[in-house]
């Protein structure tokens, strides 16, 4: 991993500065959303795969909310026996996700840059006052971890700078917004067309990541722009759906009975590196 600095405003935008920039110079990110992790439908063997992956990559971890399911509480009418697993049978279920998820994600702690807050986890607030993001950011910064608490929405600003301090140059910043999600997908538009409202919410995102539909597709939105100068340039800002880790029964269900697609699984691998003066954006699917 390279090494970095990193801030938090007064409005809870998270700063991050990599520095000695050079020739070579690269850094891997795994963002994920919509994991579901606790629910029995969650694959866990493919979100373990990916993160044994994001520390061979030496990569950080963003993800944009949803980690809990934690739809088994006493009064939470979306839930059902059938999908709760054995371990968090009890009466003290919530204070058991926040246990057993610390421990499987503990091993990753130092990789995990942002853990985000989805609808499920807000609910939950809602519902049963208590932040199970919260109290699972607190028990892995406690075992060596270093996590921005990030909310429903909100910005990540990635800041560049090549070379050693006696000839340092500032690269273009990367501004990241992200936003958990909202509404539903549309069997035809797959909730693309969500890139256009969020484009005018963000103009000045470089790069848009969103979760919440369970779908996986990258748009490039090209843009246009004029200097104080009077110079016309032209940048895009880049549009990322982050895919889930839960798929659930396909013969039945409130999914089925509703004639939803299958969800679509995985999570994004999200590369940097330098080339000739800028910072390259590369996303591809992690399945």
Not at 23 to 29: F, L, N, P
Not at 34 to 53: G, K, T, Y
Not at 175 to 183: A, K, N, Q, R, V
């Amino acid at each position: 991993m390279n090494p970095f600095t990193k801030k938090v405003s007064s409005d809870n935008v998270l700063m991050v500065t990599f520095e000695d920039i050079r020739a070579g110079w690269e850094q891997w990110i795994l963002v994920t959303s919509d994991r579901h992790w606790d629910s029995v439908h969650s694959d866990q063997a493919m979100q373990r795969r990916h993160l044994d992956e994001a520390v061979e990559r030496q990569a950080l971890v963003i993800d944009i909310g949803d980690l809990f399911d934690a739809m088994q509480g006493r009064n939470d009418k979306r839930g059902s026996k059938s999908a709760i697993r054995p371990e968090h049978i009890g009466a003290d279920y919530f204070s058991r996700l926040v246990e057993t998820a610390t421990e499987w994600f503990k091993p990753y702690a130092g990789n995990i840059l942002m853990l985000g807050t989805g609808n499920h986890e807000t609910a939950i607030v809602r519902h049963n006052e208590i932040n199970l993001t919260w109290h699972l950011g607190r028990a892995l910064n406690a075992e060596g971890g270093d996590i921005h608490f990030g909310r429903y929405a909100g910005w990540i600003k990635f800041q560049f700078i090549y070379g050693p301090k006696k000839s340092r140059k500032y690269l273009p910043n990367c501004w990241t917004y992200y936003h958990h999600g909202s509404g539903g997908s549309s069997p035809v538009t797959r909730g693309v067309i969500g890139t256009n409202r969020r484009a005018v919410i963000a103009p000045q995102a470089n790069v848009v990541l969103s979760g919440h539909i369970h779908e996986s597709w990258l748009v490039h939105l090209p843009r246009e722009g004029v200097t104080d100068a009077g110079r016309v340039l032209t940048d895009v800002q880049t549009h990322v759906s982050v895919p889930t880790y839960k798929s659930g029964d396909r013969s039945g269900g409130w999914e089925v009975e509703r004639g939803f697609a299958p969800s679509m699984k995985g999570a994004v691998w999200w590369r940097m590196y330098y080339y000739k003066d800028v910072i390259v954006n590369e996303f591809t699917w992690a399945t």
